[in-house]
């Protein structure tokens, strides 16, 4: 009996080793944490040389300010107590010649495009000629003439609902090429009373400029 007790002991024994290293092996390895995905990286800066150019205003259609069957196409803009910026057309294509208006000869009047209403300010321009037109040329705007010439004319500009012209200390210069192009540089215009529109501001001062090209016989 002794013998069958210590058989039994024995096997019991040799089960149980059995069975722990079996369970040893089955188990599953820890689980590992998880690897963290590599930050971006970010684009390499390109050359100077490879950006891509900044793409530029088209000043082909800027300068295209009015349709063929007008004379003269213009543009202008108005910085200071105001700043506005228009364009348009005036005048009849037709009824323009170009080489005629600006050919020199004996003093006479040029009277300059006006402009109508241009612009989300609305710049309106109007009455402004050389008195004593000569040909292609610059021409010191004044107020005043000698020897029975005609005095010139300054801008007289309204932008919105405010008006200007000339003052003690305004100046202008107007260039007229031979094309019949020209252009108008205003400064220091004051502001004036703009019948239903703000009360002028006496301290108020506008510079103004203007552009136009003359397409005639279109």
Do not use: H
């Not at 007790?5 to 096997?11: D, P, V």
């Not at 003093?107 to 109007?126: C, D, K, M």
């Not at 260039?175 to 108020?204: C, F, I």
Request: glycine content about 10%.
């Amino acid at each position: 009996m002794k013998k069958t007790r210590l058989t039994l002991l024995i096997l019991m024994t040799a089960v149980a080793l059995m069975a722990a290293a079996c369970g040893g092996a089955s188990e599953a390895p820890a689980a590992q944490p998880a690897t963290a995905p590599a930050p971006a990286q970010p684009a390499p800066e390109l050359p100077a040389a490879d950006q891509p150019a900044a793409e530029a205003p088209d000043a082909a259609a800027e300068a295209s300010a009015c349709e063929d069957y007008f004379g003269f196409c213009i543009t202008a803009q108005a910085t200071g107590a105001v700043n506005a910026t228009g364009a348009g057309g005036w005048a009849s294509s037709s009824n323009t010649d170009c080489t005629a208006l600006a050919a020199a000869g004996d003093a006479r009047i040029l009277e300059l495009p006006n402009l109508l209403a241009a612009g989300e300010q609305q710049i309106t321009v109007a009455l402004t000629r050389i008195g004593a037109y000569i040909g292609p040329d610059a021409y010191e705007l004044a107020a005043t003439a000698t020897g029975g010439a005609m005095p010139d004319q300054f801008p007289a500009l309204r932008v919105g609902s405010r008006a200007f012209t000339n003052g003690a200390d305004t100046t202008a210069t107007v260039t007229v090429n031979a094309d019949g192009s020209g252009t108008l540089e205003a400064t220091n215009l004051v502001e004036m009373d703009a019948m239903q529109g703000a009360t002028p501001d006496p301290s108020a001062r506008l510079d103004f400029a203007m552009q136009w090209t003359c397409q005639g016989g279109q």
